[in-house]
């Protein structure tokens, strides 16, 4: 077993809709796109300071597989209920030496703490 599928865990790319309702309001809804399995490795956190509240934002590395391609604002939700919002992309491309087993994508991405319903 490589480093990387010590690390894998199964999530799920959650889609967010908007529908108007009969007042002309607009309601979001979320629903499960797919699943795929991907590496989450926790990076830092950083300690925001709003209101009177201190919030601990929890940033993570998330490695997917190649084929896979996710951009700014996209949820993923691991299999413990977590929900991590995708913040950057930090490789387009696996390096030219990666052998055919490593080939992945890695995105930057923050614990979110949104209420959904799926």
Same mark, same amino acid.
């Given at each position: 077993? !490589?480093?990387i599928?010590?690390? %894998?865990?199964n999530? =799920?790319? +959650?889609?967010?809709? /908007?529908?108007?309702?009969?007042?002309?309001?607009?309601?979001?809804?979320?629903?499960?796109?797919?699943?795929?399995?991907?590496a989450?490795?926790y !990076?830092s956190?950083s300690v925001? %300071?709003?209101s009177? =509240?201190? +919030?601990?934002?929890? /940033?993570?590395t998330?490695?997917?597989?190649q084929?896979?391609?996710?951009?700014?604002?996209?949820?993923?939700?691991?299999?413990?209920?977590r929900?991590l919002?995708?913040?950057g992309?930090?490789?387009a491309?696996?390096?030219?030496?990666?052998?055919?087993?490593?080939?992945?994508?890695e995105y930057?991405?923050e614990?979110t703490?949104?209420?959904?319903?799926?």
């Amino acid at each position: 077993m !490589s480093l990387i599928d010590s690390f %894998k865990t199964n999530v =799920t790319l +959650i889609t967010e809709t /908007k529908l108007r309702d009969s007042d002309g309001n607009f309601t979001k809804s979320y629903a499960p796109k797919m699943s795929f399995d991907a590496a989450i490795v926790y !990076s830092s956190s950083s300690v925001v %300071k709003a209101s009177d =509240t201190t +919030i601990e934002k929890k /940033k993570y590395t998330v490695a997917v597989p190649q084929d896979i391609e996710l951009k700014f604002g996209d949820m993923l939700k691991d299999e413990h209920g977590r929900l991590l919002m995708i913040t950057g992309q930090m490789t387009a491309n696996p390096p030219k030496c990666a052998s055919a087993a490593l080939r992945f994508r890695e995105y930057s991405a923050e614990e979110t703490w949104r209420d959904i319903e799926i």
